[in-house]
């Protein structure tokens, strides 16, 4: 099992500019989520999705897209990136038939918007 | 809304020492707690998930407590050895949401 794999590990923007960030999980969970970390903070939850074709917004949605068209993907849409959106994003996922909702979380990817 | 803190934001401890890190939460409607470590540049490694039903886990050197009453969770970490040194997040978590604290970030000096 690779678990949760996100691509690209790091990208630089300008602004104005697009982008999608990748997450795919092999584990057949339900839910995925999109988290923010600014520098010396915690995380930030943007968007999840508890499972195919249904998406709700989290803390910090403002900036960002979401769809979920499989089990196993759900990627994380930029469509006019600023300076502000400069982060580590990380995605993660977990199974709602354990009793934990432990979320398995994946490397990140490191953005510099300039 | 659920707001979560962890204190001190650093600490900075010789080898061997016996540490404390603190998380507390205003909201004590919780589902569950983790706290995970995160090394520079790198992801989240889980290190333990307590339940609200319970009130500590332990793992090795590792054992973490939970008192929902008053909202607060404590990591404590026996023995401390250089390769301890990283961030430490703790979360917790609400209709399958989680929402972290700052971490602490912990240096363990030889």
């Known amino acids: 099992n690779a678990g949760v794999t996100q691509t690209p590990k790091f990208r630089i923007l300008k602004i104005g500019q697009s982008m999608t960030l990748q997450c795919t999980q092999d584990?057949?969970?339900?839910?995925m989520y999109w988290y923010r970390q600014d520098p010396g903070m915690g995380l930030k939850l943007i968007y999840y999705?508890?499972?195919?074709?249904?998406?709700d917004k989290g803390e910090v949605p403002n900036g960002y897209n979401v769809s979920r068209s499989t089990t196993e993907d759900f990627p994380l849409r930029l469509e006019l990136a600023a300076p502000s959106q400069t982060s580590v994003y990380f995605c993660?996922?977990?199974?709602?038939?354990?009793?934990?909702?432990?979320?398995?979380f994946g490397p990140g990817t490191r953005l510099t918007v300039t | 809304k659920q707001e979560v803190t962890q204190i001190p934001a650093a600490l900075s401890v010789p080898e061997g020492e016996n540490l404390v890190l603190n998380c507390s939460f205003t909201?004590?409607?919780?589902?569950?707690l983790q706290w995970f470590r995160q090394d520079p540049g790198k992801g989240l490694t889980s290190l333990l998930l307590?339940?609200?039903?319970?009130r500590e886990q332990t793992s090795g050197r590792l054992n973490a407590s939970l008192d929902k009453s008053s909202g607060r969770s404590t990591l404590y970490i026996a023995a401390s050895q250089p390769g301890d040194s990283a961030t430490y997040l703790c979360?917790?978590?609400?209709?399958?949401?989680?929402?972290f604290g700052q971490g602490t970030r912990l240096t363990i000096n030889p």
């Open positions: 993660a996922s977990s199974f709602p038939g354990t009793s934990s909702y432990e979320q398995y």
């Open positions: 584990m057949n969970h339900n839910y």
């Open positions: 999705s508890v499972g195919a074709g249904i998406t």
């Open positions: 909201d004590s409607a919780i589902y569950n």
């Open positions: 307590i339940q609200s039903s319970q």
């Open positions: 979360a917790v978590m609400r209709a399958q949401k989680l929402v």
